[in-house]
């Protein structure tokens, strides 16, 4: 069973970085693809951003240029940094575990694998 627990939400004003963590434990992390995802009130849940186990990244076409995300699996860790950012990015960010190999895969499985509980992100203009 992975556990995840994220870190580094917290309140921005527009323009302003914030970096996320997520440390897993429970499993081998190289064998993990890694993604966040983030849920705004009254919207869906979208996936913000993917790293396969051999580091391919992809991204939301809406965080594209200004989104990193990255591992690190000596710490079991996975970052999302997050710059230049918008009002439309407040919403609480979630991470997200999966065993596949490919970002089709991990885009494909959607809402399985393994979560964390959420950190929330607020975007003032």
């Known amino acids: 069973q992975v556990q995840l627990a994220e870190s580094g939400g917290g309140s921005v004003q527009a323009g302003g970085s914030l970096r996320l963590s997520c440390a897993a434990s429970g499993t081998i992390f190289s064998s993990l693809a890694m993604g966040w995802y983030r849920q705004a009130p009254g919207k869906q849940r979208e996936l913000v951003a993917a790293i396969t186990r051999d580091g391919t990244t992809k991204y939301a076409d809406s965080v594209k240029g200004r989104f990193t995300i990255s591992r690190y699996n000596a710490r079991t860790t996975v970052y999302l940094q997050m710059n230049s950012l918008k009002p439309e990015d407040t919403a609480v960010y979630y991470c997200?575990?999966?065993?596949?190999?490919?970002?089709?895969?991990?885009?494909?499985?959607?809402?399985?694998?393994?979560w964390g509980q959420g950190t929330k992100v607020t975007v003032s203009s």
């Open positions: 997200n575990a999966k065993y596949v190999h490919s970002w089709a895969e991990f885009h494909a499985e959607g809402r399985q694998g393994s």
